[in-house]
């Protein structure tokens, strides 16, 4: 289920626990297999419950974490309340508590950097983000401080390497004297700041600004919107 995009594996669990689950036609559980062939299918209110889930855009500030509170920081969730609802969210969702329950973090942020951070109920979203083989891009405004010359450029696009494993090409461009703006298909941890670091430069500020074809836009700092139903990522 997972492999076709139908739900996360967390989910497929809990939909054939439930026996909300054929493989043509013949009802399955937990541990059944099938073949890339058969037709799989999740019932109308397996769907239904697709449906209800909810994915979170904030605009995280410094000094929050993305997922779990961790030495005495407070993660990014602590924001979703109605207090900190943006007054311009055009999704029309109203806010209710169900939808704090099961938020993951779709494309972590550091501690210590700022922007777009996804939260979602859906597996089906986080799967598309962040998925083993994700393709959606990621970009950020990066200011740094330090020379870096025009082989330090060609080799932040395409050239290094991390925790002995190559990078993906990525698209590093000059948006003014003290700041990059990097495209990425991959999210190592803290993924830009080592990069940059290779090549002799220091981040002093980092901002997530999109995630494919979501942008941060004009959603204040500390506060969220839905997703909307007309948007695609």
Known sequence: MAQQG???RREADAFLAA???TVDGEPVGVGDKALPTQRIVLDQRGQA????TVTILIH???GLVSGQAEAGYKPAVTLVTP???WAQDQSGVSFNRSHLRGLAVAGRLDIDSTGLLVLTQDGRVAKQLIGQDSEVEKEYLVRVKGNLSEQGLARLRHGLALDGKALKPAQVTWQNQD???FVLKEGKKRQIRRMCELVGLTVVGLKRVRIGQLKLGNLPVGQW???GPHESI
């Open 60 to 62: 995280k500030p410094i």
């Open 225 to 227: 919107r839905y997703l």
């Open 19 to 21: 026996g909300r689950v």
């Open 83 to 85: 207090e900190n609802h």
């Open 179 to 181: 700041q990059l703006k």
């Open 49 to 52: 419950q697709q449906r209800a």
């Open 6 to 8: 139908l739900c996360s």
